[in-house]
């Protein structure tokens, strides 16, 4: 099994973790990850300025993985919902896909159309599959409670992106319970986590986390799970931002999919970047049935 | 005369120019940390800082980067091979030319007894330092205009700088040539050197048929062949008077070549007094050069060094604020617009549909710079820079990049917050306040809609995506209103929102853009697709709220220019 793995603008600057504790765990389970370093952004940004520079940057990283003859493996929620959307305009209208071949020529590049577009969680529950992943946990966790935080991008608009039931999703629940966690259930879990709002109206958007949290809370879960650059950075280093600015002191920390599942397979918790939290989970590792089996090196 | 006149004027222009340039350096404010010191402050901490610097063991650390980086340009080297070499020629090259060939006086003639510049090994050493130019300067216009260089980032600074340095050298091998050949000029030296007199027509001609075989020059009398008894005689005669300092002009062998080129001509272009054409244009190009220098991307030859070796001994924890904000301002000058950034800009994509060169990190750099030498800009170039700077994802990729190190990402996070202070904030929170400002709602109810649409354009409903034209199958259910998780965050949405999601829908069925425009709710939605999911009809109303979006920002950006 191999990929193009498609980073995106946050994950190398402001989340390596999310880097290097899913090529920790896809790793583990088989999986051949390539780099593309001529990848841009992905567009999410620039679909509320142009619709056509958006399909645009998504439609060059799609021509570049489509080079390589490999299918595209994306970390990021946004970035998973964007390349499926362009993919979906340039195939409902084939005048676009045309003009935005046209402006690609000029690089040498052309899309096709031919390449599957899978975010983490697909390739891990779809191609790797549950049963394979449990069979490669070595300490899974005991008591340990979840939010799936479900991520808006991944989930709808359900016709196009293609990546679970948009009313009642199960495929993150069923990776999270594969590690021994219970996933709590939580009114909230399909609300946006308030990053597209940032510096356009702060106030909104940390209305918005804060909700979410609060419920996640509620609901007694111990961390909140993501799979997705924005939604980790707002529950993780805007969290901690609203939680000064408001003199707010109830947190829940967030840990990403392949942290979580990574510690229940022994793998190691400095390639995890446990550490590299605005707000520490750490203490997550005191959940798993034997303490960390390796330690780091 | 006109010689000196020009190049103390030259000089006069150059050195204005270097102070204004160098002084921006303690004037900009980039930082927040650089607001209250005045320059006073920062000029006497930079003196401070230079004689603390240079009593202590940084010295070494200076001389290791004026080696490595300063001389070698390891940064360049590691980054683009082909780069590196057509820059060291250009600069190696034309450093050499400058020292040995242009400020001869000063440097040469001091440093060798015997220096003159039509001997071996000068006539040899000036042709082939310019060659290594002129080598490099093919290989950058290769580079610059013919390889793949998908992205548009070289401008006139770039071709200006290629243009001047090509117009000297070139000059420089036309006059070389054209003297070589020239008659008149060889009659000057013999009349100056040669010690023979008017009456001495033997011995004249014998010189005269030695310097044309063998020295190339083109006699209108004295033509070959020519018995060895007459060279015999020219050589001795030449021995005497002119060897001692007159090599082969073989030696010259680009001058050389342009002589063998000319030859047929040399007549007619002696008499036309073409080298001393040359001999203007060339040192015209010199001067000129000289004196643009400070504002032109040459400005880096001076700047860019400085900067390398103040950032290597300056420490963020341990220099003083004043220092450290002189040295902020210097990265701006300290960009060579090599364009690497823009190369590996992870939006650049987007300058191919939007036509905004700000998009590009290189060109958004001397907007920046624009905006703190003071200049007024009016507010079509500030709405660019703000389009163009807001669309970066502040990715990091050009300070990885940058082969000279400068903080990039620090100076786009200064220039958004310098553009949010003039009233130039993200687009989408400026649009949200001028597009409700714009077309107020509240104002709008007190009128009666007209269900004929104003607007023509917009008659034919949105036109960016096939899926954004949904709307008009909205039977006005509210699911999407319902759904909305920020229109479930306020007790009574509408007073801060707007229109609703499904008042947006409705407004478009009945041709009011205005009214769609002007809600609120376009730019607090966050875009979660709920509405879009749960709509019994299938309409789009997420991406509807994108394409309205598009077009607000589309009408700002037409309404400031």
Request: some cysteine; hydrophobic content about 45%; overall charge neutral.
């Given at each position: 099994?191999?990929?193009?793995?498609?980073?995106?603008?946050?994950?190398?600057?402001?989340?390596?973790?999310?880097?290097?504790?899913?090529?920790?765990?896809?790793?583990?389970?088989?999986?051949?990850?390539?780099?593309?370093?001529?990848?841009?952004?992905?567009?999410?940004?620039?679909?509320?300025?142009?619709?056509?520079?958006?399909?645009?940057?998504?439609?060059?990283?799609?021509?570049?993985?489509?080079?390589?003859?490999?299918?595209?493996?994306?970390?990021?929620?946004?970035?998973?919902?964007?390349?499926?959307?362009?993919?979906?305009?340039?195939?409902?209208?084939?005048?676009?896909?045309?003009?935005?071949?046209?402006?690609?020529?000029?690089?040498?590049?052309?899309?096709?159309?031919?390449?599957?577009?899978?975010?983490?969680?697909?390739?891990?529950?779809?191609?790797?599959?549950?049963?394979?992943?449990?069979?490669?946990?070595?300490?899974?966790?005991?008591?340990?409670?979840?939010?799936?935080?479900?991520?808006?991008?991944?989930?709808?608009?359900?016709?196009?992106?293609?990546?679970?039931?948009?009313?009642?999703?199960?495929?993150?629940?069923?990776?999270?319970?594969?590690?021994?966690?219970?996933?709590?259930?939580?009114?909230?879990?399909?609300?946006?986590?308030?990053?597209?709002?940032?510096?356009?109206?702060?106030?909104?958007?940390?209305?918005?986390?804060?909700?979410?949290?609060?419920?996640?809370?509620?609901?007694?879960?111990?961390?909140?799970?993501t799979g997705c650059s924005f939604c980790q950075i707002q529950f993780d280093?805007?969290?901690?931002?609203?939680?000064?600015?408001?003199?707010?002191?109830?947190?829940?920390?967030?840990?990403?999919?392949?942290?979580?599942?990574?510690?229940?397979?022994?793998?190691?918790?400095?390639?995890?970047?446990?550490?590299?939290?605005?707000?520490?989970?750490?203490?997550?590792?005191?959940?798993?049935?034997?303490?960390q089996p390796v330690e780091s090196a | 005369m006109i010689y000196s006149i020009?190049?103390?004027?030259?000089?006069?222009?150059?050195?204005?120019?270097?102070?204004?340039?160098?002084?921006?350096?303690?004037?900009?404010?980039?930082?927040?940390?650089?607001?209250?010191?005045?320059?006073?402050?920062?000029?006497?901490?930079?003196?401070?800082?230079?004689?603390?610097?240079?009593?202590?063991?940084?010295?070494?650390?200076?001389?290791?980067?004026?080696?490595?980086?300063?001389?070698?340009?390891?940064?360049?080297?590691?980054?683009?091979?082909?780069?590196?070499?057509?820059?060291?020629?250009?600069?190696?090259?034309?450093?050499?030319?400058?020292?040995?060939?242009?400020?001869?006086?000063?440097?040469?003639?001091?440093?060798?007894?015997?220096?003159?510049?039509?001997?071996?090994?000068?006539?040899?050493?000036?042709?082939?330092?310019?060659?290594?130019?002129?080598?490099?300067?093919?290989?950058?216009?290769?580079?610059?205009?013919?390889?793949?260089?998908?992205?548009?980032?070289?401008?006139?600074?770039?071709?200006?700088?290629?243009?001047?340095?090509?117009?000297?050298?070139?000059?420089?091998?036309?006059?070389?040539?054209?003297?070589?050949?020239?008659?008149?000029?060889?009659?000057?030296?013999?009349?100056?050197?040669?010690?023979?007199?008017?009456?001495?027509?033997?011995?004249?001609?014998?010189?005269?048929?030695?310097?044309?075989?063998?020295?190339?020059?083109?006699?209108?009398?004295?033509?070959?062949?020519?018995?060895?008894?007459?060279?015999?005689?020219?050589?001795?005669?030449?021995?005497?008077?002119?060897?001692?300092?007159?090599?082969?002009?073989?030696?010259?062998?680009?001058?050389?070549?342009?002589?063998?080129?000319?030859?047929?001509?040399?007549?007619?272009?002696?008499?036309?007094?073409?080298?001393?054409?040359?001999?203007?244009?060339?040192?015209?190009?010199?001067?000129?050069?000289?004196?643009?220098?400070?504002?032109?991307?040459?400005?880096?030859?001076?700047?860019?060094?400085?900067?390398?070796?103040?950032?290597?001994?300056?420490?963020?924890?341990?220099s003083d604020p004043a220092n450290l904000a002189t040295l902020e301002a210097?990265?701006?000058?300290?960009?060579?617009?090599?364009?690497?950034?823009?190369?590996?800009?992870?939006?650049?994509?987007?300058?191919?549909?939007?036509?905004?060169?700000?998009?590009?990190?290189?060109?958004?750099?001397?907007?920046?710079?624009?905006?703190?030498?003071?200049?007024?800009?009016?507010?079509?170039?500030?709405?660019?820079?703000?389009?163009?700077?807001?669309?970066?994802?502040?990715?990091?990729?050009?300070?990885?990049?940058?082969?000279?190190?400068?903080?990039?990402?620090?100076?786009?996070?200064?220039?958004?917050?310098?553009?949010?202070?003039?009233?130039?904030?993200?687009?989408?929170?400026?649009?949200?306040?001028?597009?409700?400002?714009?077309?107020?709602?509240?104002?709008?109810?007190?009128?009666?809609?007209?269900?004929?649409?104003?607007?023509?354009?917009?008659?034919?409903?949105?036109?960016?995506?096939?899926?954004?034209?949904?709307?008009?199958?909205?039977?006005?259910?509210?699911?999407?209103?319902?759904?909305?998780?920020?229109?479930?965050?306020?007790?009574?949405?509408?007073?801060?929102?707007?229109?609703?999601?499904?008042?947006?829908?409705?407004?478009?069925?009945?041709?009011?853009?205005?009214?769609?425009?002007?809600?609120?709710?376009?730019?607090?939605?966050?875009?979660?697709?709920?509405?879009?999911?749960?709509?019994?009809?299938?309409?789009?109303?997420?991406?509807?709220?994108?394409?309205?979006?598009?077009?607000?920002?589309?009408?700002?950006?037409?309404?400031?220019?």
């Open positions: 099994m191999k990929f193009a793995l498609f980073l995106g603008c946050n994950i190398p600057i402001r989340l390596k973790q999310y880097e290097t504790s899913s090529r920790a765990v896809l790793e583990a389970l088989g999986v051949n990850l390539f780099d593309i370093a001529d990848f841009n952004c992905c567009g999410y940004p620039l679909r509320n300025v142009d619709l056509k520079a958006f399909v645009l940057s998504a439609a060059r990283n799609l021509a570049l993985a489509e080079k390589q003859n490999l299918d595209l493996l994306v970390l990021c929620q946004c970035g998973y919902g964007t390349f499926r959307m362009a993919a979906h305009l340039m195939k409902e209208d084939a005048g676009l896909r045309e003009e935005v071949n046209g402006i690609l020529a000029k690089e040498g590049l052309r899309y096709g159309g031919d390449l599957q577009i899978k975010h983490l969680f697909t390739v891990l529950s779809k191609d790797i599959g549950v049963e394979t992943i449990r069979g490669k946990i070595t300490s899974p966790y005991r008591g340990l409670r979840i939010a799936t935080h479900y991520g808006c991008h991944a989930l709808r608009p359900s016709n196009i992106v293609q990546f679970d039931d948009p009313f009642a999703p199960s495929l993150f629940d069923r990776l999270v319970e594969v590690t021994g966690a219970e996933s709590v259930d939580w009114p909230a879990r399909l609300d946006c986590c308030g990053a597209p709002l940032l510096e356009t109206n702060d106030e909104l958007s940390f209305d918005l986390t804060q909700k979410k949290l609060d419920d996640a809370k509620k609901a007694g879960a111990h961390y909140m799970a280093a805007i969290q901690k931002r609203i939680a000064s600015e408001r003199g707010t002191n109830n947190q829940l920390p967030a840990i990403l999919y392949p942290q979580l599942l990574g510690l229940c397979m022994g793998i190691d918790k400095g390639v995890l970047g446990l550490e590299k939290h605005q707000i520490d989970i750490t203490g997550i590792v005191s959940y798993l049935v034997a303490p | 020009f190049l103390y004027t030259a000089l006069a222009v150059f050195a204005i120019g270097m102070v204004y340039r160098v002084s921006g350096w303690f004037q900009y404010k980039i930082g927040p940390a650089s607001e209250g010191i005045p320059t006073s402050r920062r000029i006497s901490a930079a003196a401070r800082g230079i004689t603390a610097t240079l009593f202590s063991g940084k010295i070494r650390t200076l001389l290791g980067v004026f080696f490595t980086d300063v001389l070698w340009q390891r940064w360049l080297l590691k980054e683009d091979f082909l780069r590196w070499l057509a820059h060291m020629c250009m600069y190696g090259g034309f450093v050499l030319l400058l020292l040995m060939h242009g400020l001869d006086k000063l440097v040469t003639a001091v440093l060798f007894d015997n220096y003159y510049p039509t001997l071996n090994p000068f006539v040899f050493l000036r042709d082939f330092f310019g060659l290594v130019v002129i080598a490099g300067l093919a290989l950058a216009v290769f580079r610059r205009y013919f390889l793949k260089a998908p992205r548009p980032k070289s401008t006139g600074v770039d071709a200006y700088a290629i243009v001047i340095l090509a117009v000297i050298m070139i000059s420089g091998v036309l006059l070389e040539g054209t003297k070589i050949v020239s008659h008149s000029r060889y009659q000057e030296m013999v009349e100056e050197y040669s010690g023979l007199g008017e009456d001495e027509t033997a011995d004249l001609k014998a010189l005269e048929a030695y310097w044309v075989d063998k020295f190339g020059v083109v006699s209108p009398s004295v033509k070959g062949p020519f018995d060895k008894k007459t060279l015999e005689a020219g050589k001795a005669l030449h021995n005497m008077s002119c060897e001692s300092c007159h090599s082969r002009p073989q030696w010259g062998f680009m001058g050389y070549t342009v002589a063998k080129v000319v030859k047929p001509v040399a007549l007619p272009l002696d008499r036309a007094n073409v080298p001393v054409l040359f001999w203007y244009l060339h040192f015209m190009a010199c001067f000129v050069g000289l004196a643009y220098l400070p504002f032109s991307k040459f400005f880096h030859i001076f700047a860019t060094p400085v900067y390398l070796m103040v950032d290597a001994v300056m420490k963020e924890s341990e210097m990265q701006l000058d300290a960009c060579t617009h090599c364009g690497q950034c823009t190369i590996r800009c992870s939006v650049a994509v987007a300058f191919y549909e939007i036509a905004n060169p700000n998009i590009l990190p290189s060109e958004k750099l001397a907007a920046f710079r624009t905006i703190l030498s003071g200049r007024g800009l009016s507010k079509r170039p500030l709405t660019a820079i703000q389009e163009g700077s807001h669309i970066c994802t502040d990715c990091g990729r050009c300070t990885d990049v940058c082969p000279i190190g400068i903080n990039l990402e620090g100076l786009w996070f200064n220039l958004n917050r310098r553009l949010a202070e003039v009233g130039y904030p993200k687009p989408e929170a400026w649009a949200r306040k001028a597009m409700a400002a714009e077309y107020d709602p509240a104002k709008m109810q007190e009128k009666p809609l007209s269900l004929t649409p104003a607007d023509r354009g917009f008659a034919g409903g949105l036109t960016g995506s096939a899926q954004a034209n949904t709307f008009s199958v909205c039977f006005g259910c509210q699911t999407c209103t319902n759904v909305c998780p920020v229109v479930g965050m306020y007790e009574n949405p509408k007073e801060i929102l707007g229109l609703l999601p499904h008042e947006i829908m409705h407004a478009l069925a009945l041709k009011q853009k205005a009214l769609a425009l002007g809600s609120t709710m376009l730019w607090d939605c966050v875009t979660c697709y709920m509405c879009q999911e749960h709509c019994p009809q299938g309409v789009r109303v997420t991406d509807v709220i994108y394409e309205l979006k598009n077009q607000a920002l589309k009408h700002l950006k037409q309404r400031a220019a």
